[in-house]
């Protein structure tokens, strides 16, 4: 390793799968010196989940500044920077960027609980957002403006339609996806569930979430026929579910980048989503997805109802998502914009707002 390798620090979340998360920045950079924070934890202490795990990421904290300190001229990168940096124990020497992944509005609101995490905050030569739009929000957060903007990636060729698409029969339901917990808002979920049933009786609507929000959500709808529960896939599974669906339905209570729609995108998924500006630059240019108000279950519902009656509006909205990923948000894409605000910092070159 060269003193002015960057190094990286970062992990894959227990919950995650194999292809997806942020994580997977990690495999296409191997310029870079890569430091996991899973590889010196024990397996069992890995899948207990991410509160077992993060009992551990101190441990890591000193790993890392041990290895930082010896190359002083390198660039550390914390990946995922709100998870890891626990302690704040960064090395005294070098130059820093971290990745900002959750909220601005709610790091302001755990900012107490943070304070590490805003000391590195304070130091760091460049802070990544995932979109742009949340730059001036950021800025206050942080109290400066050293932000760059870089986008979420997505393994493209792995998150892709089949190569035999099944037509959807005349008489066949709508296929509506809601992945994932982070964020969502499970009392938007249910009233546009009551909404869209109420006029549209052949839907289902298929959650894949945690078992305990799964069966809350049975409970809600009284053992609905159209709706149906799934927790505990695996990466196939997964990807088979997302191919034998229609729709992504996204509601949510906030966004930076979302894995749950870049997959569903990149699988050809026309998208239902909660209208949050985070979030529509990563379709922007496509038609035929529908960003509705939080507070307005109805213009879902509706949406819904249009797909369904449309086919080809469906295929055609999904079509475009998929070309929008393959321009713009490939792994191999992201990755290089890293590279270069690694070189920029390590040159010293002032960022400003993103």
Not at 240 to 245: E, F, K
Not at 256 to 259: F, V
Not at 271 to 287: E, I, N, P, Q
Not at 309 to 318: H, L, R
């Given at each position: 390793?060269?003193?002015?390798?960057?190094?990286?620090?970062?992990?894959?979340?227990?919950?995650?799968?194999?292809?997806?998360?942020?994580?997977?920045?990690?495999?296409?950079?191997?310029?870079?010196?890569?430091?996991?924070?899973?590889?010196?934890?024990?397996a069992t202490a890995f899948r207990a989940g991410f509160k077992k795990v993060r009992s551990f990421f101190w441990l890591q904290e000193w790993r890392i500044r041990r290895v930082a300190n010896r190359y002083p001229q390198a660039v550390?990168?914390?990946?995922?920077?709100?998870?890891?940096?626990?302690?704040?124990?960064?090395?005294?020497?070098?130059?820093?960027?971290l990745t900002a992944h959750q909220p601005p509005e709610g790091l302001e609101a755990t900012r107490e609980q943070r304070a590490p995490f805003f000391r590195a905050a304070q130091r760091a030569d460049a802070i990544i957002i995932l979109d742009a739009s949340q730059a001036e929000d950021y800025a206050r957060v942080f109290g400066h403006d050293r932000l760059v903007a870089i986008p979420h990636g997505i393994d493209t060729d792995r998150f892709a339609p089949a190569a035999t698409p099944c037509q959807r029969g005349s008489d066949a339901p709508l296929?509506?996806?809601?992945v994932g917990a982070w964020l969502r808002d499970w009392d938007q979920w249910h009233a546009v569930f009551r909404e869209t049933v109420a006029r549209l009786p052949n839907v289902r609507f298929t959650v894949l979430s945690r078992p305990e929000i799964v069966a809350e959500l049975k409970e809600r709808v009284g053992n609905d026929p159209r709706f149906n529960g799934l927790s505990g896939l695996s990466?196939?599974?997964?990807?088979?579910?997302?191919?034998?669906?229609?729709?992504l339905f996204l509601p949510l209570s906030g966004a930076?980048?979302?894995?749950a729609l870049l997959e569903a995108a990149s699988c050809g998924l026309a998208?239902?989503?909660?209208?949050?500006?985070?979030?529509?630059?990563?379709?922007?240019?496509?038609?035929g997805n529908c960003w509705y108000p939080a507070k307005e279950p109805a213009t879902a519902a509706s949406y819904l109802q249009?797909?369904?009656?449309?086919?080809?509006?469906?295929?055609?909205?999904?079509?475009?998502n998929r070309q929008r990923m393959l321009d713009v948000f490939g792994w191999p894409v992201i990755a290089h914009r890293h590279l270069e605000v690694y070189r920029q910092v390590a040159e010293g070159t002032p960022f400003g707002s993103a």
């Open positions: 390793m060269s003193p002015e390798t960057p190094i990286l620090y970062g992990f894959c979340f227990p919950h995650h799968g194999k292809y997806s998360s942020y994580a997977r920045l990690l495999d296409y950079m191997p310029e870079c010196r890569v430091v996991r924070v899973e590889e010196a934890l024990p550390l990168h914390h990946i995922y920077s709100e998870a890891t940096v626990q302690q704040g124990w960064l090395p005294q020497r070098g130059r820093y960027v296929e509506v996806l809601t990466d196939d599974e997964l990807l088979d579910l997302y191919r034998a669906s229609d729709v930076t980048a979302n894995n998208v239902v989503c909660t209208d949050l500006s985070a979030l529509r630059g990563y379709l922007f240019g496509t038609t249009q797909l369904a009656n449309s086919p080809a509006q469906c295929s055609f909205a999904g079509q475009q």
